[in-house]
């Protein structure tokens, strides 16, 4: 290849290299409705995050986040007393007890305290929301109506409903965007959240459902577990082990229906045999009526969920 040769490929890639680049800076400087739009946190590390509210949904949220492309330093947490806080420290995270630090200093604000105290956090912080800021609510019943009405008009809300394993990056988080959230919003979301587990969108109507099926259910699944390890420790197991072996198999049972995408009767059928030990069990289970008892529990929390969601909260202020 003659030298000339060499110069036009050497400055065709320096070209293509520059053109690239500034592709890369047009995507980054989009604009909707005059709202920039936040990239992907994994090609964006400098996305800020605050979190008001230091509770298990909060921490285990936060564990997911940083489990992606965002730093600690790009985080803050804020809560009225330290009791929660040391553990947001030991990770890396900047702590403050002012919610309104948090906001100023945050793009994406995920408010994750008790549905009581919601009216009065928003009102707090809404002198400070911009059309910059997406405010997450985890509160369990609280509406996105409700969110709409105290937060200043045109805010991006999205309500969301996570569970406990989240903070063990195995949740199951369903959210629903507000009037004013746009579609890349809820990919933002998603794209922060999909190392916490399991996340889906969909109507505001059925996230009360999946609270009583994954919020509750958490602890429908733990009753059942204590139940297994009791019965086999009514059989002459010792309790350690029997407490073990149970977790095991909630946990085998959960990744096999997970991941070969089958329905619970086709592995329930698998694992029975004619005669077998198995259906003697289940056929004990359903004399307890232990089908019925699950979904009238799924029914009773989701009901609740509900019932929170109606409830009219105090302070309302525009």
């Known amino acids: 290849m003659d030298e000339a040769c060499m110069k036009k490929q050497n400055w065709d890639v320096k070209e293509t290299e520059l053109f690239l680049e500034i592709l890369k800076d047009l995507d980054m400087k989009k604009c909707l409705d005059g709202r920039k739009i936040k990239m992907d946190p994994e090609m964006n590390s400098h996305l800020k995050i605050g979190f008001i509210g230091a509770g298990n949904m909060a921490y285990g949220i936060t564990k997911g986040i940083l489990a992606g492309n965002i730093l600690p330093e790009n985080i803050l947490v804020s809560a009225p007393s330290v009791r929660n806080l040391g553990r947001f420290q030991e990770l890396g995270i900047s ?10 200093g945050s793009d994406v604000v995920f408010v994750a305290v008790k549905p009581h105290l919601i009216p009065l956090v928003l009102n707090e912080i809404s002198p400070h929301v911009t059309d910059r800021h997406i405010v997450v609510s985890v509160a369990a019943g609280v509406t ?15 309500r969301m409903m996570p569970n406990l394993p989240c903070m063990v990056q195995e949740g199951a988080l369903l959210f629903a965007r507000g009037t004013n959230a746009k579609e890349e919003d809820g990919a933002l979301l998603r794209s922060l959240l999909h190392h916490c587990g399991l996340v889906e969108e969909g109507p505001e109507t059925w996230l009360d459902i999946h609270t009583g099926l994954s919020g509750s259910g958490v602890a429908f699944v733990y009753l059942f577990a204590e139940a297994l390890a009791e019965g086999a420790v009514k059989m002459g197991m010792p309790s350690s082990l029997a407490h073990s072996i149970a977790s095991q198999t909630v946990l085998g049972a959960g990744r096999l229906l997970r991941d070969t995408g089958k329905h619970p009767a086709q592995l329930r059928s698998e ?12 056929h004990a289970l359903e004399q307890g009526g232990v089908r019925a008892s699950t979904m009238s529990a799924v029914e009773a929390a989701t009901e609740r969920a509900r019932d929170l969601g109606r409830k009219p909260a105090a302070g309302y202020r525009k």
């Open 95 to 104: 702590i403050t007890h002012s919610n309104v630090e948090v906001v100023g």
């Open 144 to 158: 996105l109506a409700t969110l709409e009405e105290i937060l200043p008009e045109n805010t991006v809300t999205i």
């Open 271 to 282: 694992v029975c045999t004619p005669g077998g030990t198995t259906i003697y069990g289940l």
